[in-house]
């Protein structure tokens, strides 16, 4: 790829501010100039300034695609290997009580088998962008949503909530993961559990460093202020990779509902 690409300053996801300049600037792995920002007020790491949307999705087209999906093995057999893990933390920890399952950025749509495999009758959505994927989604007889968490819309039926939403490794991926997070919570209720999983910025080495396809880097701090601030109660999480950070969640008020609701209970005697 060319170097003619242009840059654009984004506010942190946390705080809000906005930084019209950059901390360091490096070639990543992909031999792209990416230039790095750590927010002054929360310590969140994100690459700012950084491309359009339009340019990333050329990217993700011509080169990220290519190294990343081909999560299948030669014979065409599919690969339950994350699966399996996701499935253990979630059910040994007592989450058992699911009918419905969403699978955001479900890839090939080993997680919706391995889930349909183990708990029949169990009806399974995904949301994907890669058409092929989809394809084969679908082909497996599973429900394919229209979700766009960088946009803030999606198209789903009527007030469509789920028991189970999955979506491991997409946080940093994404173009602003507080919005992406407040569109998840519309579709969730209030029994409804999220599992996430990102990278960990802390085991930086481990992860395969800073690169221009993970527009954020997390550390446990900075996730558990973003569900501070959206509002989500953290029930378990975890390091145990020792290079991934994941947490099970459900739905809570906002810090802004639950600070206003102590004005009104002081208020109110
Ligand atoms: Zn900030």
Redesign the pocket.
């Known amino acids: 790829m060319n170097n003619t690409k242009k840059y654009y300053f984004v506010a ?6 906005k930084r019209y300049g950059w901390d360091i600037s490096i070639k990543d792995k992909f031999e792209e100039e990416i230039k790095i920002t750590v ?4 310590g ?1 790491i994100y690459l700012n300034p950084r491309w359009s949307k339009t340019q990333y999705i050329k990217f993700y087209k011509s080169i990220y695609d290519n190294l990343k999906r081909p999560d299948v093995q030669e014979n065409n057999k599919p690969i339950f290997k994350n699966a399996k893990r996701v499935m253990k933390r979630i059910l040994n920890n007592g989450f058992n009580q699911f009918n419905s399952v969403l699978d955001i950025g479900a890839g090939r749509g080993w997680m919706l088998e391995y889930i349909k495999m183990n708990k029949p009758g169990v009806e399974t959505f995904a949301s994907e962008s890669s058409t092929d994927c989809k394809i084969q989604i679908e082909n497996n007889g599973h429900n394919i949503i229209d979700l766009d968490l960088d946009l803030g819309s999606h198209k789903i039926n009527g007030n469509k909530k789920f028991d189970l939403i999955i979506m491991r490794h997409v946080l940093e991926h994404l173009y602003q993961p507080n919005i992406a997070l407040s569109i998840i919570k519309d579709l969730m209720h209030d029994n409804s559990v999220l599992y996430i999983a990102v990278p960990n910025v802390n085991r930086i080495k481990r992860i395969k460093g800073f690169h221009c396809a993970h527009l954020y880097y997390f550390s446990d701090i900075n996730m558990r202020t973003l569900f501070n601030n959206i509002g989500f109660e953290v029930l378990v999480s975890g390091d145990e990779l020792k290079s991934e950070l994941w947490y099970i969640l459900k739905k809570s008020d906002s810090i802004y509902k639950r600070q206003l609701d102590k004005i009104w209970r002081y208020i109110n005697g």
């Open positions: 942190c996801p946390i705080c809000g501010c927010c002054p007020n929360d969140i």
